[in-house]
């Protein structure tokens, strides 16, 4: 295995940078050389700051602070490389620059010298043909910031040395962070993973189902996530989101699992992109991010009469359950009372399909989502068919608001919001499983590290949500909507068949 003690970083910038940072603090040697001199003596001065600040806070001693500046020098000269056990390279997201880099680099660097390239979306294995050596050509994706965010994606391209991947994931401990590896495929673990939230997020808007902030709120405050599509998306700038969501979906040859939405490729237009401009789906006077009130509860309304329908086990119970919570005696009837609010439970169903299917009175048929649950303080959606009368979602608001919990209404939707957005990201996640372009452990340490998702990733979130209950909501959204979007994997669907945990992997493989 490579023994790595001098790293060269080409490029300068933030995440150059925080490589630097890490390299250093880990007592490495670094090599920092951009195009831009001036970028240089700059991040150079960064790091000086950010270790003062760090050893006047006692985060680190001062002795450190000193010796992991010192071990950062300065290049004016791409053959400063020339010493580098290891190159990494922090450049512009182009495969044409990033080739003509490693061919530079090739006749400067040692023989036994290693050439990892940071980028997110772009193919090892195109950057490595470039190369002479391509078995020397890795991905070593960070993530920023990179002192912060402690995942680095390891990523071997098809004539990768696997020996070389390995020496990789040792130096990613060494400085402090948790290595992952992943095949050479668009987007290779988080950037992939990461498609669910986002474009089924967008395709909620599409369909006009909430506004942005309500959806947000839901995936918070409901399913359970840090943020939102929408926050995260101003968070991220949509001219860097918007170009990957593309790039993704083009690479994967037009998979509607990844369908681009025209919202952000318009609002990108209309330089809406987020908080770097002050103004994106959100609006961030003073740097703080405005968000609109949430809709008045309604006044209660007096001697209401409920009749929830038995259509869903699952969802029937927990209604059944909360409804007892809050004091109202249901209905105990085959069908509905003309005078009755009716509620309905369904798992992937919109509204409309289910007063279809069974010839209720969609004037006064209202749908609550049960499959996060529905404790107090935990917000509650509600969701209104076209058909819907306002007297009858206005008293479905105020009955399921009535122990001081949050309520969103919402317009149909075939899986509600957070259903359809959290059944996406594991569905996906499970075909990056199916694909082998990672290992189930892999792509839950990678996302949960990489993107923050509770519950310890995506396919631990299937296991503790319910696998069965995933696929049921897949396949309805499919039935209701046509949209190959919502094919389910073949990972998830062999494993619910089976009875196994979407961790699982095959015990029996072809040989």
Request: hydrophobic fraction near 45%; aromatic fraction near 6%.
């Amino acid at each position: 295995m490579k023994n790595i003690k001098v790293i060269g970083i080409v490029g300068a910038g933030a995440m150059g940078r925080g490589i630097a940072q890490i390299a250093s603090q880990a007592g490495y040697e670094v090599l920092l050389f951009d195009l831009n001199a001036e970028a240089v003596a700059a991040a150079r001065d960064n790091l000086k700051q950010t270790w003062d600040k760090l050893s006047g806070k006692g985060k680190i001693a001062p002795e450190l602070a000193a010796a992991s500046l010192a071990r950062v020098q300065a290049c004016t000269d791409l053959h400063s490389m020339s010493r580098a056990d290891l190159v990494i390279e922090a450049v512009v997201e182009r495969l044409d620059v990033k080739c003509e880099l490693f061919q530079k680099l090739e006749s400067i660097v040692p023989e036994d010298c290693l050439l990892a390239s940071n980028t997110s979306s772009l193919s090892i294995t195109s950057i490595a043909a470039a190369c002479v050596r391509p078995d020397r050509v890795l991905g070593y994706h960070f993530f920023n910031p990179v002192p912060l965010m402690k995942v680095v994606e390891v990523i071997d391209g098809l004539r990768s040395d696997p020996a070389a991947g390995d020496a990789l994931m040792a130096l990613a401990r060494a400085m402090g962070h948790t290595p992952v590896r992943a095949k050479d495929m668009p987007g290779f673990i988080v950037n992939h993973a990461g498609r669910g939230m986002n474009i089924e997020g967008l395709r909620l808007a599409q369909e006009a189902v909430a506004p942005f902030y309500q959806v947000d709120a839901i995936m918070r405050e409901q399913a359970g996530f840090r943020m939102g599509p929408f926050e995260l998306l101003d968070l991220t700038g949509l001219d860097v989101s918007h170009p990957v969501m593309e790039s993704i979906y083009r690479q994967f040859y037009d998979e509607p699992r990844f369908r681009p939405s025209p919202i952000t490729a318009t609002r990108t237009a209309g330089r809406l992109l987020g908080r770097k401009v002050g103004e994106g789906f959100y609006t961030y006077p003073d740097g703080r991010k405005q968000v609109p009130a949430e809709p008045a509860v309604p006044p209660t309304v007096g001697g209401l009469k409920v009749w929830l329908a038995p259509y869903h086990s699952a969802g029937h119970k927990r209604a059944s359950a909360l409804l007892k919570e809050l004091g109202v005696n249901v209905i105990a009837s085959d069908h509905p009372p003309v005078d009755a609010l009716i509620v309905v439970t369904p798992f992937g169903e919109d509204t409309a399909t289910v007063v279809g299917s069974h010839q209720l009175d969609g004037e006064r048929t209202v749908a609550l989502d049960t499959f996060f649950g529905l404790e107090q303080g935990k917000r509650r959606v509600l969701m209104c068919s076209p058909a819907t009368q306002p007297k009858w979602r206005d008293a479905a608001h105020a009955l399921f608001a009535s122990d001081g919990t949050v309520v969103s209404v919402i317009d149909d939707s075939a899986g509600f919001v957070a259903q359809r957005i959290v059944a996406t990201i594991i569905n996906v996640a499970a075909d990056i499983a199916q694909q082998t372009i990672a290992t189930p452990h892999d792509i839950d340490l990678a996302v949960s590290l990489g993107l923050g998702y509770p519950q310890g990733g995506p396919l631990s979130m299937g296991d503790s949500l319910g696998s069965a209950h995933v696929l049921e909501i897949l396949r309805a959204m499919y039935r209701v909507t046509g949209d190959d979007r919502y094919r389910a994997s073949l990972w998830l669907q062999r494993r619910v068949q089976l009875g196994l945990s979407l961790r699982a992997e095959p015990v029996c493989k072809a040989r």
